[in-house]
């Protein structure tokens, strides 16, 4: 099943970027095959799902270590904070900080 493989190798590589580019070279498929496939079988894009996994990844580092926001964004494969704190409070309604004093109560 190519989306179960995808997912798989999102798993693996979720700090690194995931392009489709990057996918059709690794399975050997074009872009919008790749593409068409994933939302077949998952409801959503690929980097929708790229974005739901490290936000999953980045609320767990949140609530399970103190390391600085700033950290977990770079750990969970956003190399711009700004644009993870943006994602971030869009996806909980939070900032990072005020996530983690919630959730460690």
Request: hydrophobic residues 30%; contains cysteine.
């Amino acid at each position: 099943n190519i989306a179960q493989s995808i997912i798989q190798y999102i798993q693996v590589h979720l700090e690194r970027p995931v392009s489709r580019s990057d996918l059709s070279q690794l399975f050997h498929l074009s872009q919008g095959h790749i593409a068409r496939v994933f939302r077949q079988e998952t409801g959503m894009s690929i980097s929708a799902y790229v974005n739901r996994q490290r936000m999953e990844m980045a609320c767990r580092m949140l609530e399970q270590s103190e390391l600085p926001p700033g950290t977990v964004a770079q750990r969970c494969g956003f190399s711009d904070y700004p644009y993870f704190f943006k994602q971030f409070k869009r996806a909980t309604g939070r900032s990072p900080t005020e996530y983690r004093s919630q959730m460690q109560k």
